[in-house]
């Protein structure tokens, strides 16, 4: 089980959130949810929310095994916070996984930690991550060291399969064992 | 009076397109939006609309004196569209003003066109176009050869004076006698 912090804030991108946190739900991890203020938030589209759990300010890295970034206009609304872009620097500077996709990425280009990683991103985020010194392919899911960004919402169940990988719960998810030994 | 395209699509910033738009046509400019779909855009705050008078892949750089980009999530939703980002590269390259206010720099970059500018933004893009190499102040408006660059919408004053000056109609404004000779 690995205590995850999801990096949210509003208009994010409903199913790039709510699908990637069920199937780490499911496979037995645990969602802290660290925004910019305290409250609930909502998916750009009106069908998820989100209940933030932590101020960034008061989130250090120590206490998170992985990061989750979800997209939409989430990413731009969050990255304005000083402490947002600590921790996803921190976490970066880590090595453990941090799992981005659509606008996520932009998160990670504030925290200026891309030039030389391998990823993908929403297609307009690609150049400014090109411009930022990042290799970027157009592809569907991007592994590269504890890094994992994909583009879109069609993109999801290769990222969650991706992100899954990463955490070490990939086997067990392919079996349908939630949580089970490999 | 110059023929200025207005770069303009989905969830514009209402007060950064209406404002300088009025001030624009107030000092004899003509205005011809330019998109990505026909029919009517509106403000991400509901209280503004726009409608597209051209497509962006009919629009020529030869046909236009100036270029105006508004903010909003308006920037990033049209340039994804290759014609929006050659138009954006084919005006700069002209040496003919581009103005340009908060996300708006976003297409800037997306035409690979910021390295060695002196701009601004809105704060979170300040850090992508640093990144892009460009050199980048935290001021209410900035100007640089043919580029004007505004950060947020409490600038939108400082953007109308410097754009105005830029388009050669300023001193017209400051007497109040819109369009008179100098």
């Known amino acids: 089980m690995a205590r995850i912090a999801v990096l949210i804030g509003p208009e994010f991108e409903d199913s790039e959130y709510a699908q990637p946190a069920k199937a780490l739900r499911d496979a037995g991890h645990e969602l802290t949810h660290v925004g910019i203020a305290q409250g609930e938030v909502k998916g750009k589209n009106g069908k998820a929310t989100a209940t933030i759990d932590l101020l960034a300010q008061r989130a250090k ?18 990255r304005k916070d000083k402490d947002v872009v ?10 453990k996984p941090v799992l981005a996709i659509c606008h ?17 991103a ?9 411009l930022a010194g990042a ?3 157009d592809e569907k899911v991007v592994a590269d060291g504890n890094l ?3 583009r879109k919402p069609d993109d999801i169940p290769f990222f969650i399969d ?16 939630a949580g089970a030994p490999a």
Do not use: C, Y
């Open 86 to 95: 600590r921790l996803a620097k921190e976490m970066l500077e880590s090595g």
């Open 104 to 120: 996520g990425p932009q998160v990670l280009l504030s925290a200026g930690m891309v030039r030389g990683r391998t990823m993908t």
């Open 148 to 150: 994992v960004t994909s």
């Open 61 to 78: 890295a120590a206490d998170f095994d992985a990061l989750f970034i979800p997209g939409g206009h989430s990413p731009d609304n969050i």
């Open 162 to 177: 991706a992100s899954l990988e990463k955490l070490g719960s990939g086997k067990e998810r392919a079996r349908g064992v």
């Open 122 to 130: 929403w297609q307009t985020v690609q150049k400014d991550l090109e």
């Open 135 to 137: 290799i970027v392919h």
